[in-house]
C-alpha cells in the first residue's frame, strides 16, 4: 500500500505540472523569456511566448526568414540557447516537444559571431 501511495505521488508531481492548462499558466509566470532560439550568427533570434493567446512554438517564422535574406547555409539552422534542467518538471513538456529538435550552443557563441559580422 505504502508503494502504491508513493508511487501515485510521483506520478502526480511529474503530471500534473505538464498538462496543457497548468503548464502554460506556469511557463507564463516563471520562464517568460527563457526559451530562446538563434540561428549561428544571430541575424535571427527568436523567444518563445508563453501568454494566453500566443500560439506554440514553430519554426515558420525562420523558414520565412531563409526565403527571405538567403543567408548563407551555416546560417540555415536554429540552436536554443537554454540548457535542459531535469529538475525543473514543468518544462519536461517543452523539452519533449521542442528543445530535442535543436542543439544547445551558448550565447557567447552567438555574440562573437555577430561582433565579426558588424
Not at 500534473?16 to 516563471?30: D, T
Not at 525543473?88 to 557567447?108: A, G, T
Request: with cysteine.
Amino acid at each position: 500500500m505504502k508503494k502504491k501511495t508513493i508511487l501515485a505521488l510521483i506520478i502526480s508531481i511529474l503530471l500534473i505540472p505538464n498538462l496543457p492548462f497548468i503548464n502554460k499558466f506556469i511557463a507564463h509566470r516563471l520562464d517568460e523569456g527563457h526559451f530562446t532560439y538563434a540561428n549561428l550568427d544571430g541575424s535571427y533570434v527568436i523567444t518563445q511566448d508563453f501568454s494566453f493567446k500566443s500560439p506554440g512554438f514553430s519554426t515558420f517564422g525562420f523558414n520565412e526568414f531563409i526565403k527571405e535574406t538567403s543567408p548563407a547555409k551555416e546560417n540555415r539552422k536554429l540552436y536554443r540557447l537554454y540548457k535542459i534542467n531535469p529538475l525543473c518538471l514543468w518544462r519536461w513538456k517543452n523539452y519533449l516537444v521542442n528543445s530535442i529538435h535543436f542543439e544547445y550552443m551558448d550565447w557567447k557563441v552567438f555574440e562573437r559571431n555577430m561582433k565579426k559580422k558588424r
